[in-house]
């Protein structure tokens, strides 16, 4: 099992950027599939971003705008995010997945306002 601890949000206005941070404790993220996801009011939760063990893979809504990355060193996985729009207001959280485990963060919130 892994913690996972989000950090990062706030609130921006339409066209600005934010940088989340996932930082992760307990193994090395690159032993899981590392993923961001997001979840509005009223919606389902939806996959954002992710770092798996066959490549890098966005949502189509974010292709272009986010950039998922991650540092070994740190053992923190990062989504810029740029181009922001008012769309993208959720709380955003992280996943680290692999055989029979998937721990999630506790979330952290981007507003993004017009």
């Known amino acids: 099992q892994v913690q996972l601890v989000e950090s990062g949000g706030g609130l921006v206005q339409a066209g600005g950027s934010l940088r989340l941070s996932c930082a992760v404790s307990?193994?090395?993220?690159?032993?899981?599939?590392m993923g961001w996801y997001r979840q509005a009011p009223g919606k389902e939760r939806e996959f954002v971003a992710g770092?798996?063990?066959?490549?890098?893979r966005y949502a189509d809504s974010v292709k272009g705008r986010f950039i998922i990355s991650g540092d070994n060193a740190k053992n923190t996985v990062y989504l810029q995010m740029d181009s922001l729009k008012v769309e993208d207001t959720a709380m955003y959280y992280c996943?680290?997945?692999?055989?029979?485990?998937?721990?999630w963060g506790q979330g952290t919130q981007v507003t993004v306002s017009k």
């Open positions: 770092i798996w063990w066959n490549g890098i």
């Open positions: 996943n680290a997945k692999s055989i029979g485990v998937s721990d």
């Open positions: 307990g193994r090395t993220f690159s032993r899981y599939d």
